[in-house]
């Protein structure tokens, strides 16, 4: 899978709500020596699908995030992503990333419920 590929472990996983966590490598470092911001957006996209296709397939229809602090190589990344509201076809979530109790990345997302194929 697509996580794999980043080491991201799936730390809990329930209704509306998931958390993931990751280690920065070398190889996830952007030309300033800091954590890429696809990384860190990868690491929070990865929990939002998995929180709001607990129940039933979604897809995501939007997703923004912001950029806080920096994070290094060797940092430990903790994403977490929260259903806020919605009903049973749209879901709207809240991203935040963590590196320990630093909040270095917060964003919003949005899931549409799709048929199975």
Known sequence: MFHDLFGIEVLEVKDGFARVKAKVKKEFLNIHGTAHGGFIFTLADTAFGLAVNYDSPRMAINVNINFIKPAFEGDELVAEARVEG??????FCLLRVYR???????GTAIAYGIKKV
Request: hydrophobic content about 30%; overall charge neutral; proline content about 0%.
């Open 86 to 91: 919605g009903g049973k076809r749209v879901k």
């Open 100 to 106: 320990g109790d630093d909040l270095i990345a917060e």
